[in-house]
């Protein structure tokens, strides 16, 4: 029996929904084919958006989406991508798959995107091959509201008013594919450039318009654990900043992948065996020391917090799928995801104090889906399920909690706990619990104690086989199900946890 | 627990060695159960109509990101166009 203790009464820090974010770039399937098809497509769509893969998305509250990249964003010149769409030029995308771009999905296209789906706009901005002056027109372009050249041209492109960018990121992995750059270089390049991301909200003549700061920046973090990278660029960014509220930037990015078997060969989506689960959910579980050991260096810097910490790719990437092209990144999903997904957003939830945000790679079609789409075809993979079921803590409040768990696995570099777990007061009122059991065979029986009265409780798990999936052929093996096999008791509840789950229960305090 | 803090990915797709890819990948066709793949009639019929589709870029379809000689043999597979091609 283990106990898991919920201490209500003491609540920790308020869960971002923009910790439930994602990604899209434009790479393999992502934005062409999975969300843009066109207008005239025979394929359902609203300006050209497929009507299936907004309308679930829309189910689980998509809350942000970053756009355009990842390595795409260090070689997207976004007037490439604006006005009519036969004249926009055809370039290669030498990054993913060597294939054509023809544009068709620019800034117009994504603020229409994310209108549809009603999130937050996270737009990625060119600083690894893009030029200053650009980086400052596209702002300008998307947010100026008045007269200025770039309000003109957009205007003339069809959209008079100005768009919100609510997060701007000032370059991608510029440690890597975004201009193989050192800390103290990165850091000076991102303080010039950051300086003419300018915030036009400031400069409104309507006296009723809200004021603050509206763009908040993103400064390119480290990859894993390349924490000489964190330190480096916070020491550059906070020198001589006085003035400047912390260093210039209002997050901080960390990119971090699970790929079981290194990065060469990464391993299969969807053959593996029980060793390969282990390892799969310890390399998962290492989100929590980056977060941490990243975190205290930001802490140093930082004490208030008041730079958040973006995860702004992560989940799991595997070798693509036999047959693919290899540069589409295209993977099968499967209750292993599930896992990762729901171990990492247990991670997150513990850590929202520091972590504010967060954007799974990629939203369709790519590595860690949510949805995989073949012609007018769509299913939702396992992750969509977790994705569904943790919605819960959108906005809410982490409370403190504990669970007793027992180290199990098969290897001893990669032995887990078998439990994990996170625990809010939603915006609703009613306490969520998630818990996943990560044993492959063992079913978990939980005692969990609140510090009050239940009246009620609800429940809903992914659970299955650790190789099942959802396929084209076979759509709805892997569903979110009810769970109602809950005691009530004068302590709490008392439930059991199946292998290989990931669950969610709603509870009603008298 | 990592390999390499910084690298590129760029140059990573870049020195995948393509020939040993697409070995692989006849490799896993000839394992595939036979009751799984068309027949041979089957299979060149879906080749010769891909051979004339707009979509066939350097062996792969640009619809499903797949290249065609390993979709066209999983009996399971259809083409992904609207209409689907492969349906006599």
């Known amino acids: ?510 | 627990m990592q390999e390499g803090q910084r690298y590129c990915r760029k140059c990573l797709l870049r020195e995948m060695d393509e020939a040993e890819y697409f070995k692989n990948m006849y490799d896993y066709i000839a394992r595939l159960p036979h009751e799984d793949k068309v027949s041979d009639e089957e299979y060149e019929r879906r080749l010769s109509i891909c051979k004339g589709c707009d979509y066939l870029l350097q062996g792969m379809c640009r619809l499903c990101g797949c290249y065609v000689e390993m979709r066209a043999v999983m009996k399971v597979r259809g083409c992904p166009d609207i209409p689907d091609r492969w349906k006599a």
């Not at chain 1, 706009?121 to 998307?142: A, H, K, Q």
């Not at chain 1, 300086?195 to 390119?220: A, F, N, W």
């Not at chain 1, 008041?306 to 990437?317: K, L, R, S």
């Not at chain 1, 990492?344 to 520091?354: A, E, M, V, W």
Request: hydrophobic share 35%; aromatic share 10%.
């Open chain 1, 1 to 510: 029996m283990a106990k898991l203790l919920i201490n209500t009464e003491r609540k920790l820090s308020k869960i971002s929904k923009e910790i439930y974010g994602h990604f899209s770039e434009h790479l393999g399937r992502c934005i062409y084919e999975g969300i843009y098809v066109g207008e005239d497509s025979p394929i359902e769509n609203v300006n050209g958006m497929r009507t299936d893969v907004v309308e679930a998305l829309k189910a689980i509250k998509v809350p942000v989406l970053r756009w355009p990249g990842g390595c795409f964003a260090d070689e997207y010149h976004w007037e490439d991508g604006i006005g009519p769409k036969e004249e926009r030029k055809t370039i290669i995308n030498t990054h993913w798959g060597g294939v054509v771009e023809d544009n068709s999905f620019g800034t117009h296209e994504y603020f229409e995107l994310c209108r549809q789906l009603g999130c937050k706009t996270y737009v990625n901005g060119n600083l690894g091959s893009g030029t200053v002056r650009e980086m400052s027109e596209w702002v300008e372009y998307m947010t100026f509201k008045g007269v200025s050249p770039m309000a003109k041209l957009r205007a003339e492109n069809g959209h008079e008013e100005p768009w919100k960018v609510d997060y701007f990121g000032v370059g991608n992995e510029n440690w890597g594919c975004g201009g193989n750059m050192t800390p103290e270089y990165y850091a000076n390049e991102y303080r010039r450039y950051q300086t003419y991301v300018r915030d036009y909200s400031q400069h409104s003549m309507d006296p009723q318009e809200h004021i603050k700061p509206s763009i908040l920046k993103v400064c390119c973090g480290p990859n894993v654990d390349d924490y000489e990278w964190t330190r480096g660029v916070l020491e550059t960014c906070f020198r001589h900043s006085e003035g400047s509220p912390h260093g210039f930037m209002d997050g901080l990015s960390l990119h971090y992948y699970v790929h079981p078997e290194g990065w060469v060969k990464k391993g299969s989506a969807t053959d593996f065996d029980e060793k390969v689960w282990y390892k799969t959910l310890s390399k998962a579980l290492y989100m929590d020391e980056l977060i941490r050991r990243h975190g205290a260096i930001m802490d140093e810097f930082d004490p208030n917090k008041e730079i958040a910490m973006i995860v702004d790719e992560w989940g799991t990437w595997f070798t693509v799928e036999p047959g693919t092209n290899p540069g589409f990144l295209y993977q099968q999903n499967t209750i292993r995801d599930a896992l990762v997904a729901g171990i990492t957003l247990n991670i997150f939830n513990k850590h929202s104090d520091r972590v504010r945000m967060a954007n799974i790679a990629q939203i369709v079609n790519v590595l860690q889906a949510m949805l995989l789409t073949e012609g007018d075809k769509m299913i939702k993979t396992p992750t969509y399920h977790i994705f569904d079921m943790y919605k819960c803590h959108q906005d809410a409040q982490l409370v403190e909690s504990w669970i007793d768990t027992k180290t199990i696995g098969l290897e001893e570099e990669y032995m887990v706990p078998n439990l994990t777990e996170s625990v809010s007061i939603g915006e609703d009122g009613k306490l969520h619990i998630t818990v996943t059991n990560l044993s492959v065979e063992e079913a978990s029986e939980i005692d969990a104690v609140i510090d009050c009265r239940v009246s009620s409780v609800t429940g809903e798990i992914v659970t299955g086989e650790m190789h099942e999936m959802n396929t084209f052929e076979d759509p709805g093996r892997v569903q979110l199900q009810k769970f109602d096999a809950v005691e009530m008791n004068e302590k709490g509840l008392r439930f059991v946890a199946p292998p290989c789950s990931v669950l969610h229960l709603t509870v009603e305090m008298a």
